[in-house]
């Protein structure tokens, strides 16, 4: 009974903690967050902004209760996996593709790339190296460098859902993509209100 009763008022009060990166914040965690706070009022909710190495290190010393990582993760985590993320070819709208609406990274090799830690990160896997003119934090700006012909990029569908760009937008071939996660110490010692908040990212993903 004891057990019990601490579990409800685990759910009706407290803090949740949560580390992700900037498409995750605008794309699912504000919804969420709107539909948790109209039944659970009293729970607050404090997100963490941050690159993957930030998550990471965030979950890893306990500042956060789960966090937002890619999959397979580096560290030790218990994760839940989420989403396959498609990774896209950005490029300027005049840029001479003809109408193929597949491309191969190295017919980008020598092209100014336009890259921050993040895309650095999903670029290791691919094993190519292209040329890196400018690093960039902030994906809207990637996205306007490439509009204003300063370079190309790779970049994950969900950043760009919901952006408006006058880009060429093209599949990498072959597929890329990153499996989009969340990750803790034990999920299964989160609070109440964490494994609560947790059911409701699954249900906004699952709903788009």
Request: proline share 4%; charged share 25%; glycine share 6%.
């Amino acid at each position: 009974m004891k057990q019990e009763v601490a579990s409800i008022n685990g759910l009706e009060v407290g803090t949740v903690r949560i580390g992700a990166f900037t498409s995750v914040c605008i794309q699912w965690l504000s919804k969420c967050i709107k539909q948790f706070k109209e039944e659970h009022p009293f729970v607050e909710i404090k997100i963490f902004q941050g690159d993957y190495e930030d998550v990471d290190k965030w979950i890893a010393n306990g500042m956060i209760d789960f966090g937002f990582i890619t999959l397979p993760s580096l560290q030790s985590f218990e994760t839940i996996p989420l989403k396959k993320d498609r990774i896209l070819c950005i490029l300027p709208y005049n840029y001479p593709v003809s109408n193929q609406d597949k491309i191969r990274l190295e017919q980008l090799e020598n092209e100014s790339f336009i890259a921050n830690h993040d895309i650095k990160r999903l670029l290791k896997g691919t094993g190519i190296t292209l040329k890196q003119s400018f690093d960039i934090i902030d994906d809207h700006a990637i996205v306007s460098m490439v509009e204003n012909e300063l370079g190309v990029s790779i970049m994950p569908e969900l950043v760009l859902q919901g952006i408006p760009h006058k880009l060429r937008v093209l599949s990498l071939e072959p597929e890329q993509h990153r499996i989009i996660g969340i990750g803790a110490l034990s999920l299964k010692e989160l609070s109440p209100a964490a494994k609560k908040f947790i059911e409701y990212i699954k249900i906004q993903i699952d709903s788009n």
